[in-house]
């Protein structure tokens, strides 16, 4: 997955995509890096729910989203606009 040709780099999480025309599959992963449990736990909540109101507009496919530590004070309207960024440029909407 990590060596897909689909990736997105942006302040606040990285998107590994695969596109194969089946289901949407997701991980999300947040590293010891990012802080605690408490914090890395929160990372993944808002970059779940980033991703669910999202999934109307992807295509079928195996995507992970990976957490960096300004995902944590970002105000969510920003990390919507990133990630619709990074569906345009990935060529990965519907």
Do not use: T
């Given at each position: 997955?990590?060596?897909?040709?689909?990736?997105?780099?942006?302040?606040?999480?990285?998107?590994?995509?695969?596109?194969?025309?089946?289901r949407?599959?997701?991980?999300?992963?947040?590293?010891?890096?990012?802080?605690?449990?408490?914090?890395?736990?929160?990372?993944?909540?808002?970059?779940?729910?980033?991703?669910?109101?999202?999934?109307?507009?992807?295509?079928?496919?195996?995507?992970?989203?990976?957490?960096?530590?300004?995902?944590?004070?970002?105000?969510?309207?920003?990390?919507?606009?990133?990630?619709?960024?990074?569906?345009?440029?990935?060529?990965?909407?519907?």
């Amino acid at each position: 997955m990590y060596k897909s040709n689909k990736r997105w780099h942006d302040k606040a999480f990285v998107l590994f995509a695969v596109p194969d025309g089946k289901r949407c599959q997701v991980g999300f992963v947040a590293s010891k890096k990012l802080g605690n449990a408490v914090k890395r736990a929160r990372a993944k909540r808002r970059l779940r729910a980033l991703f669910l109101r999202m999934i109307p507009k992807l295509k079928p496919g195996s995507y992970v989203l990976v957490a960096k530590p300004p995902v944590l004070e970002a105000p969510f309207d920003e990390l919507e606009k990133a990630f619709l960024k990074a569906i345009r440029r990935l060529d990965l909407g519907e």
